[in-house]
C-alpha cells in the first residue's frame, strides 16, 4: 500500500523568514500548523468550560428541583427568577451544553489540535500542504464559537431544541422562546463550524497522501496518523449532509417551505404547512450524527494507541489489525445511522439491518481493546499523566461501548430510547473516553507544544478526581433508565415513580461537582506550566516517532536542516538486542543489526542479505 510521496527541499523551511514575522502574524493570524494547533487547543478548552458551567446549573435544577438559589438570579437574571431556573433556559443549557461538548470542544478541540499538531511532525512535512486554508480553518471555528456563545446574551435566550435539534421545536420560530433568534444563530454558528471542518480535513487528507518523508510509506505511519486521516475522510463525506438539513431547516423557517412541517397548530392557529415530515430531518441528521460518534472518538483511539505502546515500552499489539479495524469502523459508520431512529415507524425488516450493521461495529471496536488490553500485558510500564489517562480512555470504552449492544438491539431500544440509559451510553463511550483521550494527548505531547513539563502530581490529582467523578456521573444513570426515567425532564418531582431517583440525582450532582474542581486543577496546571513549567529536553519520554527530533524551540519548517529519512515503523521498543529500549525511526537499519529481523528489511532484497550474513557470522561468534 502506497502513494506518492513528496519530499521537501531542506532550504525551504526558511519560506516563512520568522524574523519578518509580526505579533498578529505569529499570534494571531498564523499559519504555522504548530500555532493553529495551539489556538484549535486552547478556545477548545474555553469551550469546554463554558459546557462545565452550564451542566453544572441544570445538575442543580436536577438535585434541588424546588430550591430557590438566589445566587443564579444575580447571574443568569430573568432566566432564575427567584432563583429557580426556568423550564425553557433548562433546555437551552441541555441544548448548548451538547452543542459544545460533541462539536467544539470533542470534534474542533481534539482533532483540530492534534491533526494540526502531528500530522506534519509525525509524518516528516515542513508544514501543512495549504497553510492558508489551515488557519481559515481555525477562523471559521472561532467566529461559530463567539456566534454560539452571544446567543445567550439575546432577549429570546440560546436554542433550546436539544443538541439533535429536532423539527417542529427547531423549525417553528414561534414555537418557543428558544426557537427564535437563538436558533437561527445557532444554525449560523454550526455552519461556519462545517466550513472550518470541510477545510481542516481537505488539508489533513492532502498533507497525509502527498506530503510524507522519504521512507515513509503508510504501513510505517504512526496510529495517530492513520485515525487523523481517515477521521477527516468520514467528517468529508458526512458533515455536508448536515448543512443541507441546515439549509431546508433555513427555508423552513423563513421562507414558508414544508421539508419537515406537516399539520402543526401553534398556540392555536393551524400552520398552513403541509406534506413535510421531521422523520427526513432525522435521516440527514444521524447520517452525520453516527460518523459523528466516530469523528469524535477515532482521534482519541490513535492518540490513546501511541501513549500506551510508548509508556509501555512494547510494540503495540497487532498494528495491522488495528489499522483494518479503524478501517472497518470508517465504513460501517456511514450504515447504521438509522439505530437512532428504530421507535420512529420504521419498517421492522429495515429495523433489522441497522441493527445487524450496529451489532457488527462492536467488532472492529472490540479488537482495538483487546489490543491495547494486549499490548499492556507484562508491559514495563510507566504510569506518568498522559498513561492513566490512556489507560482511563480504554475503561470508558469498554465499559460504555458494552451498554451499547443494549441500544443497538431493536427490541430492547423501544424501552430505553430517550431515558438516562442513552445518557449513560454517550457519555461513557463518547464523551469520558473522547474526553480522557484528549487528556492524554495534552499531558504527552505538552512538552512539544510549550517546551515545557506539566506538573506530575497535580496530573495525577487531576486524573483520579476525574475517573472516579465521571463514573459516579454517569454509571448510576443505567439504573435510571432501565426504571424508564426520561431524559431531558426539567424536574423528578412530576411522576411519583421518578420521585425515588431524586436522591440520586443529589449525588450525581455533587460527583460532577467534586469533577468540575478536578478541572480547575488542570486549568491551573496547564496555563501556569506554559510559563513556570520544567523545561522540557527533546525527547522526554523516549518516543519513536519523528516529532521527537524536532528541537525543543519551534521553528518555521520543524526541522534546522534537512528533514529526517524514515527506516522503521514506529513501535520499535524494548527490541531484543539492542542496548537501548527504543530506537527511533530515522534510525537506519544499518545501524541495528544485531537487533534486525530479516521482515524489517521488507522489500530491500540486499538489506535482507545483509542481514542473514550477519546472524551467520554473529552465531559463528556465539559457537566459538
Known amino acids: ?20 514575522e509580526t505579533f498578529l502574524t505569529k499570534y494571531i493570524f498564523s499559519q504555522d500548523h504548530k500555532m493553529i494547533a495551539k489556538q484549535f487547543l486552547i478556545t477548545g478548552i474555553i469551550m469546554a468550560v463554558f459546557a462545565m458551567i452550564l451542566s453544572i446549573l441544570f445538575r442543580i435544577q436536577l438535585a434541588w ?11 443568569l437574571g430573568k432566566w432564575a427568577e427567584g432563583g429557580r431556573i426556568k423550564a425553557d433556559f433548562f433546555l437551552s443549557l441541555v441544548t448548548i451544553h451538547g452543542t459544545m461538548m460533541v462539536f467544539f470542544v470533542l470534534t474542533a ?26 488557519m481559515l480553518s481555525y477562523w471559521f471555528f472561532f467566529v461559530a464559537c463567539v456566534i454560539m456563545i452571544a446567543s445567550f446574551f439575546i432577549e429570546s435566550g440560546p436554542a433550546s431544541a436539544g443538541w439533535t435539534i429536532y423539527p417542529p421545536l427547531s423549525a417553528v420560530p414561534k414555537a418557543i422562546s428558544g426557537s427564535g433568534l437563538g436558533m437561527t444563530l445557532w444554525l449560523l454558528s454550526m455552519t461556519l463550524f462545517i466550513a472550518s471542518q470541510v477545510l481542516g480535513g481537505v488539508n489533513y487528507i492532502s498533507t497525509v497522501l502527498n506530503m510524507r518523508t522519504k521512507g515513509m510509506d503508510l504501513w510505517k505511519m504512526p496510529l495517530t496518523i492513520w485515525s487523523f486521516f481517515l477521521t477527516a475522510i468520514v467528517g468529508l463525506l458526512s458533515f455536508p449532509v448536515l448543512v443541507s438539513a441546515v439549509v431546508l431547516l433555513f427555508f423552513d423557517r423563513s421562507v414558508g417551505t414544508s421539508f419537515y412541517l406537516s399539520d402543526l397548530v401553534v398556540g392555536g392557529t393551524i400552520l398552513p404547512n403541509e406534506g413535510g415530515s421531521p422523520i427526513l430531518f432525522q435521516h440527514l441528521f444521524w447520517f452525520l450524527g453516527h460518523p459523528e460518534v466516530y469523528i469524535v472518538v477515532m482521534p482519541a483511539l490513535g492518540l490513546t494507541s501511541e501513549v500506551i505502546s510508548t509508556n509501555s515500552r512494547k510494540p503495540i499489539f497487532g498494528y495491522h489489525a488495528m489499522v483494518y479495524s479503524l478501517v472497518g469502523i470508517t465504513v460501517l459508520s456511514f450504515i447504521v445511522w438509522g439505530h437512532h431512529m428504530f421507535v420512529t415507524g420504521m419498517s421492522p425488516f429495515l429495523g433489522g439491518v441497522f441493527m445487524i450493521t450496529t451489532l457488527i461495529i462492536a467488532v472492529p471496536s472490540a479488537v482495538k481493546a483487546f489490543n491495547y488490553i494486549a499490548t499492556l500485558w507484562r508491559g514495563n510500564i510507566r504510569f506518568t499523566p498522559a498513561m492513566m489517562f490512556a489507560i482511563g480512555m480504554v475503561s470508558f470504552f469498554v465499559s460504555g461501548g458494552l451498554t451499547g449492544l443494549y441500544l443497538g438491539n431493536a427490541a430492547l431500544d423501544i424501552n430505553l430510547h430517550d431515558t438516562y440509559f442513552v445518557v449513560a451510553h454517550f457519555h461513557l463511550v463518547m464523551g469520558s473516553a473522547s474526553i480522557f483521550g484528549m487528556l492524554c494527548g495534552v499531558y504527552h505531547w505538552y512538552p512539544k507544544m510549550f517546551g515545557r513539563m506539566m506538573d506530575e502530581r497535580l496530573g495525577f490529582f487531576h486524573f483520579w478526581l476525574t475517573f ?18 426520561p431524559r431531558r425532564y426539567y424536574a423528578f418531582t412530576e411522576f411519583p415513580f421518578m420521585e425515588k431517583w431524586v436522591s440520586v440525582n443529589i449525588l450525581v450532582t455533587w460527583a460532577a461537582i467534586i469533577s468540575a474542581v478536578g478541572q480547575v486543577a488542570f486549568l491551573w496546571n496547564f496555563f501556569s506550566s506554559i510559563w513556570c513549567g520544567k523545561r522540557a529536553p527533546q525527547n522526554p519520554w523516549n518516543a519513536n516517532t519523528l516529532e521527537w527530533t524536532t528541537p525543543v ?11 529526517p529519512t524514515v527506516y522503521r515503523w514506529p513501535y520499535d521498543y524494548s527490541k531484543p538486542g539492542h542496548d537501548a529500549d527504543f530506537i527511533p525511526q530515522s534510525v537506519p537499519l544499518s545501524q541495528t543489526m544485531s537487533s534486525n529481523l530479516l521482515h524489517d528489511w521488507e522489500g530491500n532484497e540486499e538489506g535482507v542479505e545483509a542481514q542473514k550474513n550477519y546472524n551467520r557470522e554473529h552465531n559463528r561468534e556465539i559457537e566459538g
Open 468 to 485: 472516579i467523578g465521571a463514573y459516579l456521573v454517569f454509571f448510576p444513570m443505567h439504573f435510571m433508565g432501565i426504571d424508564g426515567v
Open 109 to 134: 478541540g481534539l482533532s483540530g489540535t492534534f491533526s494540526n499538531l502531528l500530522i506534519p511532525y509525525q509524518l516528516g512535512a515542513r508544514d501543512m500542504a495549504s497553510p492558508l486554508m489551515n
Open 553 to 563: 524551540e519551534h521553528i518555521h519548517g520543524n526541522w534546522p536542516g534537512e528533514i
Open 65 to 75: 428541583p424546588d430550591k430557590e438559589f438566589p445566587i443564579l438570579e444575580v447571574f
Open 1 to 20: 500500500m502506497s502513494t506518492t510521496v513528496i519530499s521537501h527541499d531542506a532550504a525551504h523551511h526558511d519560506s516563512h523568514d520568522h524574523h519578518h
